[in-house]
């Protein structure tokens, strides 16, 4: 079944920092698996464009709001780029090709009934291009409790869409699968959000001159929330220059926590208020946090993943910020943490299984793969289990007992020990063990791909069995006897 991912697309209002960078990791693994499961596969990410936030920084920075974005989403997509994800496309919401889409929908939903003209006036955070209910705002002074700013009384003639009227569809959505939205903990708050009952949403905006003019009343433009949402659609429909929908929707979406609400309740009913399927499967995620606090540009305590790769690589960095953060909640990561990992697992456990077991097959049996069977447990089954269930922590944790145990087999196998004696046995045995350490580092090495790809293609290089990362090949005993190995340089060097 074709399999399609997507990040939220970026705000370019601020450089991207390692917040950023997570969605997009843990996007490219899915798709990485996928793909390695032989599926066919459509991985979206981009940034967010239009909104009075990003105009404001546009005229901050001295640039037209265009040049501005044109300069931040280069930055956004040369992370995507270093970070080596694989995305099919890089969907801009300035895209011309988006913004005629996202007009024709307005069209649809409007022709379907489901917008109407009103006053609107409320208290709002550009920030969030949210407006606020004044009790869920830190007083005194209405502040927005994401940025610690004050918010602003707004007032227009808006176009609103009948949100109200989905509280049933939705209701209906979430009762077909309980796990429509992952964690429970999140599918639990937004159906509470859902039969709390919903208000119905204000589309446009007279105030905001940077975005998609409404079609049929041009001096609005289209709310920001309602334009983004739309390119995990878009997208789909011009990306790749024809028009893959059909395949690839619905699609499966990664987000932070904070986007929650439009996510899991406005965009499904957008979506179906439209006539289209709403998304496959929605899983929000936690926080990346440094000194307690979210990691934003805003709160100024981030971390910066150009630094970090061209320090480490890309690798140590995917690696990290999946493993050290249970995938769903919130966790604090820190330039320490990550360098502990980086000395600890991977140039410890994992570089030095690899090292160990290519030199001794070089040093023992001439650099070939001996004949064996390999001794240890597979857990291809297992971490199947967890990418399944979108637990990307779940499966690092499955992978590294494989890494412990294959460590903990060389200790007490004692290869060296073995290879000094000239009995018959002995000699057999060093062949199980070298061929069982040998094809543990291969089914590592497609475990792991997705997570660590540069990296596991070296490991696979060096046990002789290069490119061989499809998911038939995760299991134990699959490397072919013969094959040359190679001591690899050090995957993970210490600084
Ligand atoms: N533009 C909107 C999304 C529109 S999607 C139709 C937006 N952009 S954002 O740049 O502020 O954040 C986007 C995403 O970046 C978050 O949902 C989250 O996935 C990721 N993160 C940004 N900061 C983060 C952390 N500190 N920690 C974890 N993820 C973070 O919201």
Redesign the pocket.
Known sequence: MPFSVT?????VNSDP????A??TVAADVLARHHRQRGEEVFFLTG??EHGAKVARAAEEAGLTPKEFCDQVSARFRDLVAKLNATNDYFIRTTDPEHEARVQDFLVRLREAGHLYEDTYAGLYCTGCEQFYAESDLEQPGNICPLHKTPVEWLEEENTFFRLSAFTGKLLELYDRDPEYVAPRTRYNEARSQIEAGLNDLSVSRASVSWGVPLPWKPDQTIYV?VD??L??HTALEYGTGEDVAAKFWPSTH??????LR??CVL?PALLMAAGYEPPRKLFV??????GDQ???KSLGNVIDPLQVIADLGADPLRFYVLREVQWGQ?GSVTRDGLERRYAGELANDLGNLVSRATAMIVRYRGGLVPEGRCELEPIDAAVSERFDAIDLTGALDVIWGLVRAANRYVEERQPWVLARSQAAADQALLDTTLYTLADAVRSLAVLLHPFIPASAERMLEAVGDPGAVAWERAGLGLLPAGGEVSQPPPLFPRA
Do not use: E, V
Not at 7 to 11: E, G, H, Q
Not at 17 to 20: K, V, W
Not at 285 to 290: D, Q, R, V
């Open positions: 990040t939220p697309i970026y705000y920092h390692l917040g950023h997570y969605t940034t967010d929330w983004a949402l390119n995990y990664l987000l932070g926590k904070d986007i439009l996510h965009w995620h936690g926080y990346l946090t440094s979210k990691m934003s919130d």
